[in-house]
């Protein structure tokens, strides 16, 4: 299966995404962080609470973490792709901010942790979490056989660093052999951040 991108202007698409999924074991890891300093995103506990219990229904076994510093964030991503049953489905859901950076002609999507201080996109990469080099992982060293990314992470953010090639947005990346991917927006496009507390658009179509 090759990778497919969506955005969820239809929200039946994500709601595909779980129709075709083989049976066998799931696992997912759910991260939400709110705790920007400066920059509080709104709708990150309600739309984690409204994705763990849709996933929970349908069998998986759910990691959930919230707010996490740098090494929290990799660290977990590297306990989750350890913990990847055989042959079975991994499904990430991550609401949190993110940014689109290119270096020497490569592109890298990264989500931001909580408490970095990021000023430049070097900064960005060299603290956030590599979405690539994390699907590369998944795709490579888990036992899954379909890997689902769910990125809640296109949100417009004063936070973004003026420094160095980068922008909001997530971006529509080669395709990856087992990899389903779900954006919240269009490639490297940003949305409004939520203005309320409840779950966020993407997060009620999973629910669907």
Request: aromatic share 8%; hydrophobic share 40%; net charge negative.
């Amino acid at each position: 299966m090759n990778m497919r991108i969506f955005s969820p202007v239809i929200f039946l698409l994500a709601t595909s995404v779980f129709a075709v999924s083989p049976s066998g074991p799931r696992a997912a890891l759910l991260i939400g962080n709110a705790k920007y300093d400066g920059f509080p995103l709104n709708g990150v506990g309600k739309s984690l609470d409204l994705v763990e219990k849709t996933l929970r229904d349908q069998g998986y076994q759910v990691t959930r973490h919230e707010n996490l510093k740098e090494k929290e964030f990799e660290e977990a991503a590297d306990a989750f792709v350890a913990s990847v049953p055989t042959n079975g489905v991994a499904c990430l859901y991550y609401h949190g901010l993110g940014a689109n950076l290119e270096r020497g002609g490569k592109h890298y999507n990264v989500l931001r942790p909580v408490g970095a201080t990021i000023a430049s996109d070097n900064d960005y990469r060299s603290r956030g979490l590599n979405l690539t080099e994390f699907i590369e992982d998944l795709a490579k060293t888990s036992g899954a056989r379909v890997n689902l990314l769910f990125l809640d992470a296109c949100w417009e953010s004063p936070l973004l660093p003026e420094k160095g090639n980068i922008s909001g947005g997530m971006r529509a990346f080669e395709p990856v052999e087992g990899v389903v991917a779900t954006f919240a927006a269009d490639s490297v496009k940003t949305i409004a951040a939520p203005e309320s507390d409840q779950p966020t658009p993407l997060a009620k179509a999973i629910a669907k």
